[in-house]
C-alpha cells in the first residue's frame, strides 16, 4: 500500500487522475471521466474519520460534486488511511441515479492509501 504523509492543520488543493493500467501503455481515463461527470462520483473518506475532510470543487451540469478536483483540509496529527473511490452512478430506467451520495452505484476504482498527518 502506498504511503501518504500530510502536514497537520494544513489544507491542499487536489487533483485525481485515473490511469487504466490494464492496457499497455497505461491510458489516462480522467477525460472520460470528466466527460461522464453527471454518472461519476470521486469519493476521498479516511478511517479514522477525523483525520481530514475532503471537499470536492469540481461540478457536474446538475450542480452535483464529481470529486476529482477539491481540498483536503488535515486536522490533528494521526495516522490511518485515505481511501479515494470512484462511484460509477449511470442513470437507471431513464432516471438520474447520481445524488451527490457516495450510496449509490458501483466502485469502478476503489484504493486505500496508509496515511500519516504530522505535527
Request: avoid cysteine; proline fraction near 5%.
Given at each position: 500500500m502506498?504511503?501518504?504523509?500530510?502536514?497537520?492543520?494544513?489544507?491542499?488543493q487536489l487533483?485525481?487522475?485515473?490511469?487504466?493500467?490494464?492496457?499497455?501503455?497505461?491510458?489516462?481515463?480522467?477525460?472520460?471521466v470528466?466527460?461522464?461527470?453527471?454518472?461519476?462520483?470521486?469519493?476521498?473518506?479516511?478511517?479514522p474519520?477525523?483525520?481530514?475532510?475532503?471537499?470536492?470543487?469540481?461540478?457536474d451540469s446538475?450542480?452535483?460534486?464529481?470529486?476529482?478536483?477539491?481540498?483536503?483540509?488535515?486536522?490533528?496529527?494521526?495516522?490511518?488511511?485515505?481511501?479515494?473511490?470512484?462511484?460509477?452512478?449511470p442513470?437507471?430506467?431513464?432516471?438520474?441515479?447520481k445524488?451527490?451520495?457516495?450510496?449509490?452505484?458501483?466502485?469502478?476504482?476503489?484504493v486505500?492509501?496508509n496515511?500519516t498527518?504530522?505535527p
Amino acid at each position: 500500500m502506498q504511503a501518504i504523509s500530510l502536514k497537520a492543520n494544513k489544507t491542499y488543493q487536489l487533483e485525481v487522475s485515473f490511469l487504466d493500467e490494464s492496457k499497455s501503455p497505461a491510458e489516462n481515463i480522467t477525460q472520460e471521466v470528466k466527460e461522464e461527470a453527471d454518472e461519476h462520483l470521486v469519493v476521498i473518506t479516511s478511517m479514522p474519520a477525523a483525520l481530514f475532510i475532503y471537499t470536492a470543487t469540481d461540478k457536474d451540469s446538475r450542480n452535483l460534486p464529481i470529486g476529482l478536483v477539491g481540498s483536503l483540509k488535515t486536522n490533528a496529527a494521526n495516522t490511518g488511511t485515505l481511501r479515494l473511490q470512484l462511484r460509477h452512478q449511470p442513470p437507471v430506467g431513464g432516471v438520474a441515479m447520481k445524488d451527490g451520495t457516495a450510496n449509490l452505484g458501483s466502485d469502478d476504482v476503489n484504493v486505500a492509501f496508509n496515511l500519516t498527518v504530522t505535527p
